[in-house]
């Protein structure tokens, strides 16, 4: 043994170096020994295995004498190999430290993953012997200053501000104006082209998909395919490191940073609800070799089988509080080391249950929200699994935020033409109070998107009526089946001008709506400039073209459209506004904060079955504080008609008059007074919107 090991403290888990040696701390409550291992510089071989010589409670640990940072190294744990009892210990595999800052090497598509005799009979109940050391990265001893705690400050924290969710690799691999050595990488992310970019669509928060380290499905591998999404984390303190760029994870401290600076916001899309080790047949790669008992749940009266409230094959087991204590000590190290401001929790129904289910006042939750750094950072969650009682939109804490696929889901029928949509489109609109307004929540707790990451993009929607997943090799059996889409014409590509104009003014159509809509607004990467994945709604294994933004092919008057929408939302704080609106009349001026009403200006008629059109007035809360009152007024008409039509315009106060400053009908935006003050024109298919101004303001 070429360092000394002394008994070292339970109290930090991981790897930590100290200036003199290095202390390692790994959680095993069914272990009957532990083994550190470390290998040479190039992590082909195993130099050296030392049992850690001590145990306090369930942490197991030891203290290695000048043993420094750029270490690599791995676990074997001891125990008895029993996967009808829950345990499935196999000293012959090595295991990744849940808490390593760094991964060395990749993994090798082998057999010696897993922990049985993969191919034999017996299955998972048969013991695998053979060592995964060779196929396995190994951890590394990380240098302190990644542990370092950031003091620069997060841009203001503003809920309703626009987020724009992205692929850290699909985001720039394909722009021109990137450098190229930063292209597909983390640090591309903070480039001067793309901070522009971002800053000209008023971008507050950039949310990116999972960065954590992650492991590519061996079905994929052996169709030569990746997860290119990345939801199959193994590391959750480590970045993924194919996306690495010239000056490593300090390089992803950087672009934070640079992007914060710029008064961007970056959330990270956070997977605790499932690993890469999949089910009883999956490899053993970390979790299930340290303690599979404890770190996944475990069906009742078969701890063989895993519960499968994910669809991924396990689900972990965040009620057990160092499975807990794992995830908070995560996402305070993103927060607090690398600079992060929030987090979406992929699947959060899960990471909520108990034993029992869901549980509003359970143990994550009641962390999260205690505790000092992470109840201050944006928290957002997608309020389902497949699990019992997994679907819980508008069921989380006031704390968070959610993902509203109702709202996604009902913009998409609506503009398709689907009938009796209007009533609950009216809902979204103002932030899906039926869903949210309770406990004190805010209209920003609806995160409103069309298209996500999962599904058609917004271009796709309104040029494919199917699925086109021939490329993933699942026989085009994957993805959503319900997309709520309309080709408007002809399937996929055309050149009929007619088809084109149409699909045009859809994608205006659908992103006014979003921009005019109470509630925190979220676009997909590339949906501003009418990217296509040619009709792929799972894109999850696409590494290429499909699954990249192609800034080549970007329609440059969409995305200058987008800006327009973007900045007139910023403009206007009735379209963003913290509290729910009723109807309620205002004491400033005894109007009603919302109003609906026909074309020809009178109260709708909510029961009519054929309502599909529609006026509506939106002024500033009535429960506003008085600091925060505004006679900010935006009238909207929804014509969903293909036939133009004349609209009753309320009203004007004395010195005021109408502008119009959206138009969907018109591809360039800018606002222009209306030529009569009682009526104005709407032409069919299209979101008209006008403001009250000021008769000394320029139009």
Known sequence: MKYKISNGTPYRLGAFYDGEGTNFAVFSANASQIDLCLFSADGKKEIDRISLPERTGPVWHGYMHGLKPGTLYGYR?????????????????????????EIFGKW??????????????????????????????????????????????????DGRDLIYEAHAKGLTKLHPDVPENLRGTYEGLASDAMIDHLLSLNVR?????????????????????????????????????????????????????????????????VVFNHTAEGDQNGPTLCFRGLDNAVYYRLISGQPRYYVNDTGCGNTVNVSHPYVLRLVLDSLRYWVLCMGVDGFRFDLA?????????????????????????????????????IGPGGYRLGG??????????????????????????????????????????????????????????DGFTIADITRYNNRHNQANGENNMDGHGANYSDNC??????????????????????LATLFLSQGTPMLLAGDEIGNSQKGNNNAYCQDNEIGWVNWDKGDKVLKDFVAYLSQFRRDHKALRQDRFLHGAKRQQDDMRDVEWTDFGGFPLQWRDPGL???????????????????NDVVFVVFNRSNVAASVV??????????????DTSQQSQYPSLETSQESTEVSGSSIVALILEADNAKP
């Not at 125990?79 to 829950?86: D, F, H, L, R, V």
């Not at 029992?356 to 950072?377: C, E, M, N």
């Open 77 to 101: 744990a001891h125990g008895i190999y029993a996967p009808e009892q829950g345990h499935r210990f196999n000293s012959n595999k090595l295991l990744l430290d849940p808490y390593t800052r």
């Open 108 to 157: 090798t598509p082998s057999a010696t993953l897993f922990g049985y005799q993969k191919g034999a009979s017996g299955g998972d109940l048969t013991f695998g012997a053979a060592d995964s050391a060779a196929c396995v990265p190994k951890s590394v001893v990380s240098d302190p200053s990644l542990n370092d705690f950031l003091q620069t400050a997060a841009p203001a924290l």
């Open 649 to 662: 315009l309320p009203s004007c106060p004395d010195g005021y008059r109408w502008v119009r400053a959206l």
């Open 612 to 630: 599909s059109s529609f006026c509506l007035t939106l002024r500033c809360s009535a429960e506003a504080p008085s600091y925060e009152k505004d």
């Open 349 to 385: 129904t899960t990471v909520c249950r108990e034993d029992y289910g869901f549980d509003l006042y359970g143990g994550f939750l009641d962390a999260i929200r205690q505790d000092p750094i992470l109840s201050t950072v944006r928290l957002i969650a997608e309020p389902w699994d």
């Open 489 to 510: 014409g002809a399937e996929g590509e055309t050149r009929d001008p007619v088809i084109r104009a149409r699909r045009a003014r859809r994608q205006r159509n659908f």
């Open 205 to 269: 928060a950039v949310e990116l998909m999972p960065v954590h380290h992650f492991l590519d499905d061996e079905f994929l591998l052996d169709k030569n395919l990746v997860n290119y999404w990345g939801y199959n984390s193994i590391g959750f303190f480590a970045l993924e490191p194919r996306y690495l760029g010239p000056d490593g994870i300090i390089g992803f401290r950087a672009m934070v940073q640079k992007l914060k600076a710029a008064g961007i916001q970056v959330y990270l899309d």
């Open 396 to 453: 989380f804490p006031p704390e968070f935020s959610e993902w509203n696929d109702s709202y996604r889901d009902t913009t998409r029928k609506y503009w398709k033409g689907d009938p009796q949509t209007t009533p609950d489109l009216a809902s979204r609109l103002l932030g899906s109070a039926d869903k949210f307004d309770r406990a004190g929540r805010r209209a920003w707790s609806s995160v409103n998107f069309i298209s996500a990451h």
